[in-house]
T-cell receptor
Framework: GAVVSQHPSRVICKSGTSVKIECRSL??????MFWYRQFPKKSLMLMAT?????????EQGVEKDKFLINHASLTLSTLTVTSAHPEDSSFYIC????????????FGPGTRLTVT | EDQVTQSPEALRLQEGESSSLNCSYT??????LFWYRQDPGKGPEFLFT???AGEEKEKERLKATLTKKESFLHITAPKPEDSATYLCAVQAANNAGNMLTFGGGTRLMVKP
């Protein structure tokens, strides 16, 4: 149980275009999902917390208008990188939190974004 | 501010050579401490959650322990397939956003 998927696993886009990444909790409902960015050989950097039915909470320094997050259902959150530039190239990972008193975060397999 | 420090940054072991990874933390009330394994180009894979000092959990060759200041991930008789980066993260009890604070990770390499 507790499987999280991401799509696509890899995407290459041209500078100035937008790209959408999907994060799904496959076998549980998640009112809260998280989006991370990871640079090579570095730990995870939290970008934003996505709450179902409400606006996402962004970490300091993360541009809300560039990284659009939508959590429209209990199993799906999307991250849209708008007007992408080469510096947005990175490994993006989502996670979903299980419910209940004792909960855990399960991560998706990640999406490698390359902006040319 | 919550802080997590993992040591060592990198660890090379021979197959069968047992060792421990350390995760030291400071947090204003611990809700949970999490261990993950991450392979290159993959998302972190959940291993354990520990909630209170004295708690221990095991999974195959891995055993996680927790004190009030640190957690250890013990690896018994490791195999080459245990090579990965191991991440430790904490969540504070007063963290309404349920966010995790991650350590820098320990990159484990097990040679045959």
């Amino acid at each position: 149980g507790a499987v999280v998927s991401q799509h696509p696993s890899r995407v290459i886009c041209k500078s100035g275009t937008s790209v959408k990444i999907e994060c799904r909790s496959l076998d549980f409902q998640a009112t809260t999902m998280f989006w991370y960015r990871q640079f090579p050989k570095k730990s995870l950097m939290l970008m934003a917390t996505s709450n179902e039915g409400s606006k996402a909470t962004y970490e300091q320094g993360v541009e809300k208008d560039k990284f659009l997050i939508n959590h429209a259902s209990l199993t799906l959150s999307t991250l849209t990188v708008t007007s992408a530039h080469p510096e947005d190239s990175s490994f993006y990972i989502c996670s979903a939190r299980t419910e209940g008193r004792y909960y855990e975060q399960y991560f998706g397999p990640g999406t490698r974004l390359t902006v040319t | 501010e919550d802080q997590v420090t993992q040591s060592p940054e990198a660890l090379r072991l021979q197959e069968g050579e047992s060792s421990s990874l350390n995760c030291s933390y400071t947090v204003s009330g611990l809700r949970g401490l999490f261990w993950y394994r991450q392979d290159p180009g993959k998302g972190p894979e959940f291993l354990f959650t520990l909630y209170s000092a004295g708690e221990e959990k095991e999974k195959e060759r891995l055993k996680a322990t927790l004190t009030k200041k640190e957690s250890f991930l013990h690896i018994t008789a490791p195999k080459p397939e245990d090579s990965a980066t191991y991440l430790c993260a904490v969540q504070a009890a007063n963290n309404a956003g349920n966010m995790l604070t991650f350590g820098g990770g320990t990159r484990l390499m097990v040679k045959p």
